[in-house]
C-alpha cells in the first residue's frame, strides 16, 4: 500500500502504482463509516466542525458485470482521472462543500471574536468587581480590627483603673489588718495591769477582802479587755479571708488584662498587615478552624463580670473598712470608760479606806489617852489604898487596945461605937476602892486590847491603802484610740 494523505480524522492508502496500465479493480463495498468522537463545543463553534465534505458518505454506483471484461450498461462510464487517483474521489469537497466551510469559519471567527470580547469585558468587570469587593471586604475587616482593638483598649482602660483601685483597696485592708492586730496586742498591757491589780488585791487581809466596787469594775475591765481582743481578732479573721478573696479577683483581672494585652498585640499585628508585608502566607483550611469560645457579648460580660466582682470585693472591703473604725472607735470608748470607772472605783475606795484609817487613828489616839488616864486612875487607887491602911490599923489597935479594959470598963461608949464605925467605913471604903481599882485594870485591860485592834486594823488598812495605791500606780495610762489604731 502506497501512503496518499491524511485528514484530521482520517488517513488514505492506495496500491503500489504499478508501470503498466491496469483495469480498475472490482468495486469492494465499502463499510459505512459512522462518527463516535463527541468533541466538546464553545458557544458559537457548534458548527466549527461541518468543513467535512459531503462526499464523505458517498459511495460510487459502478457495479461490476457478471462477465469479465464487460460492464453493466447504462452509468458505467471510462474514467476520467487517473487510476491510482481513484481512490481520492472519496475525499473530494463540492465548491458548495468549500462555500460552507468558509461561511462557517468567518462565522465561528466571529462568534468567538465576539464570545471574546464578551468574556474579556465580563473578565475586566468581573477582576474590577472582585478587586472592589475584595478592598471593600479588607478594609472592613480594618476597620473591625480598628473597632475591636478600640473595644479592647476600652476594656484594658476599665481593668486597669478598676485592678489600681483594687490594689488601693488591698493596701488599705492590710493597713487595717494590722491596725486591728496591733491594737489586739496593745490590750494586752491593760489586761495585764487589770490582772495584776486582781492578784495584787487579793494579798488584802481579814475584813478588807471585801468584794467591793473595785473589784468588780477590774473584773468587768478584765471580761471587757478579753471580749474586745476577741472581737478585733475575729475582725481581722474576716479581713484575711476578704483579702484573699480580693487577691483572687486580683489575680482575675491581671489574667484578663494579660489577655487583653495578648490579643491587642495579635489583633494589632493583624491590623497593621499590608498586601506589601512581608510576613503573610498561605494558610489553607484556616477559614474552616472555628476555634473561639466566645462572640462579643459574651466577651464584653466576662470582663464587665470580672469588673463588677472586682467592684464587690471593693465594696465588701470598704464596709469592713468602716466597720473596724467604727470598732476601735467602740471598743476604744468602752475600755476607756470601763478604765475611767475602775480608777474612780479606786479612788473612792481608796478614800473611804483613808477615812476609816483615820477614824481608828483617831480612836487609838482617844485609847491611848485613856489608857493613860487609867494607869494614872490605878496608881491613884493603890496609893488611896495603901493610905487607908494607916487608919485602920489605928482603929483597929484602938479597938484591940480598948478591949483589954477590966469589967464595967467594957462600956459600948461613944468612942467604941465610933472606931467600930471607923473601922467598918475603911472596910467599905478599901472595899470599894479595890473593886474599882478591879475595874480600872480590867478597863485598862480592855483598853490594851482595843489599842492593839486599833493598831491591828490600821496596819490592815496600811497594806489596803498601799495596794491599791500601787494598783493606782499601775494605772496610770491606758491606750486612746489613736494609740490603738496606731498613730502614736
Not at 491587642?264 to 489553607?284: M, P, V
Not at 466577651?299 to 467592684?311: E, L, P
Not at 490599923?393 to 484602938?398: G, M
Not at 471607923?422 to 489599842?451: A, P, Y
Amino acid at each position: 500500500m502506497e501512503f496518499l494523505g491524511t485528514t484530521q480524522t482520517t488517513t488514505y492508502c492506495g496500491p503500489k502504482k504499478t508501470c503498466g496500465y491496469s483495469p480498475l479493480p472490482p468495486v469492494v463495498p465499502v463499510p459505512v463509516i459512522q462518527e463516535c468522537y463527541q468533541p466538546y463545543y464553545l458557544p458559537g463553534y457548534r458548527y466549527l466542525n461541518s468543513w467535512r465534505p459531503s462526499l464523505f458518505y458517498r459511495i460510487s454506483n459502478a457495479q461490476a458485470c457478471q462477465d469479465q471484461g464487460a460492464t453493466c450498461q447504462g452509468t458505467l462510464k471510462p474514467p476520467t482521472i487517473l487510476p491510482e487517483l481513484r481512490s481520492g474521489l472519496f475525499c473530494r469537497y463540492s465548491p458548495h462543500d468549500w462555500d460552507k466551510s468558509n461561511d462557517l469559519q468567518v462565522r465561528g471567527a466571529e462568534a468567538a471574536r465576539l464570545w471574546a470580547g464578551r468574556l474579556m469585558g465580563d473578565s475586566v468587570r468581573l477582576m474590577q468587581d472582585k478587586e472592589q469587593l475584595t478592598r471593600q471586604m479588607q478594609e472592613g475587616t480594618c476597620r473591625n480590627l480598628g473597632q475591636r482593638l478600640s473595644d479592647i483598649g476600652f476594656w484594658k482602660s476599665e481593668l486597669s483603673y478598676e485592678l489600681e483601685r483594687l490594689l488601693g483597696e488591698n493596701q488599705s485592708m492590710e493597713t487595717v489588718k494590722k491596725q486591728l492586730e496591733r491594737a489586739a496586742e496593745e490590750v494586752n498591757s491593760p489586761l495585764q495591769v487589770a490582772l495584776e491589780c486582781l492578784y495584787h488585791r487579793e494579798k488584802r487581809i481579814g475584813i478588807e477582802l471585801v468584794h467591793d466596787k473595785v473589784e468588780q469594775n477590774l473584773m468587768q475591765e478584765v471580761d471587757l479587755l478579753k471580749c474586745c481582743q476577741e472581737q478585733m481578732r475575729k475582725l481581722a479573721q474576716r479581713i484575711d479571708i476578704q483579702m484573699r478573696d480580693n487577691r483572687d479577683a486580683q489575680h482575675t483581672l491581671e489574667r484578663d488584662l494579660e489577655d487583653k494585652n495578648s490579643a491587642q498585640f495579635i489583633d494589632e499585628k493583624c491590623f497593621n498587615l499590608r498586601n506589601t508585608s512581608d510576613c503573610i502566607s498561605f494558610f489553607h483550611g484556616v477559614e474552616k478552624v472555628d476555634g473561639t469560645i466566645s462572640v462579643p457579648e459574651t466577651w464584653a460580660k466576662f470582663s464587665n463580670d470580672n469588673i463588677r466582682h472586682s467592684q464587690n470585693m471593693r465594696a465588701n472591703s470598704i464596709r469592713l473598712q468602716e466597720e473596724a473604725a467604727r470598732l476601735l472607735e467602740t471598743l476604744s470608748d468602752q475600755m476607756w470608760n470601763q478604765f475611767t470607772n475602775t480608777n474612780l472605783a479606786f479612788n473612792s475606795r481608796i478614800s473611804e479606806v483613808t477615812n476609816a484609817k483615820n477614824k481608828l487613828q483617831t480612836q487609838l489616839a482617844k485609847t491611848l489617852q485613856e489608857i493613860f488616864q487609867a494607869e494614872d486612875t490605878i496608881m491613884l487607887l493603890e496609893r488611896s489604898i495603901m493610905a487607908k491602911e494607916c487608919p485602920l490599923k489605928v482603929a483597929e489597935t484602938r479597938l484591940e487596945c480598948r478591949t483589954r479594959r477590966p469589967s464595967m470598963e467594957l462600956c459600948r461608949d461613944t468612942p467604941q461605937f465610933k472606931l467600930v464605925n471607923e473601922v467598918f467605913t475603911i472596910n467599905d471604903s478599901l472595899q470599894t476602892l479595890k473593886l474599882r481599882l478591879r475595874e480600872t485594870q480590867e478597863t485598862l485591860q480592855l483598853l490594851v486590847m482595843t489599842k492593839c485592834r486599833l493598831e491591828h486594823e490600821l496596819a490592815i488598812k496600811a497594806n489596803t491603802l498601799c495596794i491599791d495605791k500601787k494598783c493606782m500606780s499601775m494605772r496610770k495610762a491606758f491606750p486612746s484610740t489613736p494609740r490603738l489604731v496606731g498613730y502614736t
